[in-house]
């Protein structure tokens, strides 16, 4: 007979995508039959911003919720809205590779960021993404928007907004690539803790033993070191921080950043530890988040608890 798993997955274009891709590869790499369950989740019912409702877990809660009381197998997450906080029976079963981390402008025209004329309205529902603009163009316009891509890209056809800010891995997973009028480079624009990986998450009762086909070790560990940040600042994924890990050899570079809401100012730390045993991914991920706690102690003592508390927010 075959095996048969279940995955649960938010009805949005892009969730059913990324949950599309994953089905995909664990039949074509073990066999396996998958199906696919979509679950409605408070982000995708409220139209309020991210920051009223929370942030944290919007997307992630009834999802898990399901998983737990065994409506399905495992659950796709998008990395970026996984709360940090660990959920009692669940384990991050496997973290396949990531897609591109940055952030991506969608401009009329084709206009860079630095392109757009003064007082132009840029679309985000974002508070690092509305700080990082505001840094850079405290002129502009800031407009809280909610919705899918395709709904955040109209608005810009239409002339409604001038500008959207998004996830690059999003547009490559929608094939909406052609949108980008400019990737922001994360030394001066670093994302969401997790951007660009997703979370397979199981029960951890479980044995699966086909999520090791899709596993990626080098991003398990770099994500690791990110969300660590976040976690020991006690910080949810709507919070003005940004982080980005990357891979050299077996040393691992962490970059982070706390904004304050209005982007008037900003603290940041880079450090890098070297991998003793890389091939261990227990050891790996001890150190990945070894070295995003002491960034985030280092933040803290430089007063990020303060300056993440500063400033007008979206105006």
């Given at each position: 007979?075959?095996?048969?798993?279940?995955?649960?997955?938010?009805?949005?274009?892009?969730?059913l995508?990324?949950?599309?891709?994953?089905?995909a590869?664990?039949?074509?790499?073990?066999?396996?039959?998958v199906?696919?369950?979509?679950?409605?989740?408070?982000?995708?019912?409220?139209?309020?911003?991210?920051?009223?409702?929370?942030?944290?877990?919007?997307?992630?809660?009834?999802?898990?919720?399901?998983?737990?009381?065994?409506?399905?197998?495992?659950?796709?997450?998008?990395?970026?809205?996984?709360?940090?906080?660990?959920?009692?029976?669940?384990?991050?079963?496997?973290?396949?590779?990531?897609?591109?981390?940055?952030?991506?402008?969608?401009?009329?025209?084709?206009?860079?960021?630095?392109?757009?004329?003064?007082?132009?309205?840029?679309?985000?529902?974002?508070?690092?993404?509305?700080?990082?603009?505001?840094?850079?163009?405290?002129?502009?316009?800031?407009?809280?928007?909610?919705?899918?891509?395709?709904?955040?890209?109209?608005?810009?056809?239409?002339?409604e907004?001038?500008?959207?800010?998004?996830?690059?891995?999003?547009?490559?997973?929608?094939?909406?690539?052609?949108?980008?009028?400019?990737?922001?480079?994360?030394?001066?624009?670093?994302?969401?803790?997790?951007?660009?990986?997703?979370?397979?998450?199981?029960?951890?009762?479980?044995?699966?033993?086909?999520?090791?086909?899709?596993?990626?070790?080098?991003?398990?560990?770099?994500i690791?070191?990110?969300?660590?940040?976040l976690?020991?600042?006690?910080?949810?994924?709507?919070?003005?921080?940004?982080?980005?890990?990357?891979?050299?050899?077996?040393?691992?570079?962490?970059?982070?950043?706390?904004?304050s809401?209005?982007g008037?100012?900003?603290?940041?730390?880079?450090?890098?530890?070297?991998?003793?045993?890389?091939?261990?991914?227990?050891a790996?991920?001890?150190?990945?988040?070894?070295?995003?706690?002491?960034?985030?102690?280092?933040?803290?003592?430089?007063?990020?608890?303060?300056?993440?508390?500063?400033?007008?927010?979206?105006?």
């Amino acid at each position: 007979m075959t095996r048969k798993l279940r995955i649960a997955t938010r009805g949005s274009a892009l969730a059913l995508a990324q949950t599309g891709m994953i089905a995909a590869e664990l039949t074509r790499l073990t066999g396996v039959e998958v199906t696919i369950t979509v679950v409605t989740t408070e982000g995708d019912t409220s139209r309020a911003s991210l920051a009223s409702i929370g942030g944290t877990g919007v997307f992630a809660s009834a999802l898990r919720a399901s998983l737990d009381e065994g409506g399905c197998d495992l659950v796709v997450h998008s990395l970026k809205d996984l709360p940090t906080a660990a959920y009692p029976g669940l384990v991050l079963g496997a973290v396949p590779l990531r897609e591109d981390p940055r952030d991506a402008l969608c401009s009329r025209d084709g206009l860079t960021l630095d392109d757009l004329p003064q007082g132009s309205r840029i679309g985000t529902g974002s508070p690092r993404r509305v700080a990082q603009l505001l840094s850079l163009r405290p002129d502009l316009r800031v407009i809280d928007i909610r919705g899918n891509v395709d709904t955040r890209l109209a608005k810009v056809s239409s002339g409604e907004l001038d500008a959207v800010v998004l996830a690059a891995a999003g547009l490559t997973r929608l094939g909406r690539l052609d949108a980008v009028s400019e990737f922001f480079d994360l030394s001066v624009w670093p994302t969401a803790p997790g951007q660009g990986a997703l979370a397979i998450e199981a029960r951890e009762e479980d044995s699966i033993p086909e999520l090791i086909e899709i596993q990626h070790d080098g991003t398990r560990i770099g994500i690791g070191a990110e969300r660590a940040v976040l976690a020991a600042l006690e910080a949810g994924c709507s919070a003005p921080i940004g982080a980005s890990s990357t891979f050299v050899g077996d040393t691992l570079t962490l970059s982070a950043v706390v904004y304050s809401a209005d982007g008037s100012a900003e603290l940041g730390s880079t450090r890098s530890v070297t991998l003793e045993s890389p091939g261990d991914l227990a050891a790996a991920e001890a150190a990945a988040i070894a070295l995003g706690s002491a960034i985030a102690a280092q933040l803290l003592s430089d007063g990020a608890g303060e300056l993440a508390e500063l400033g007008a927010g979206i105006r």
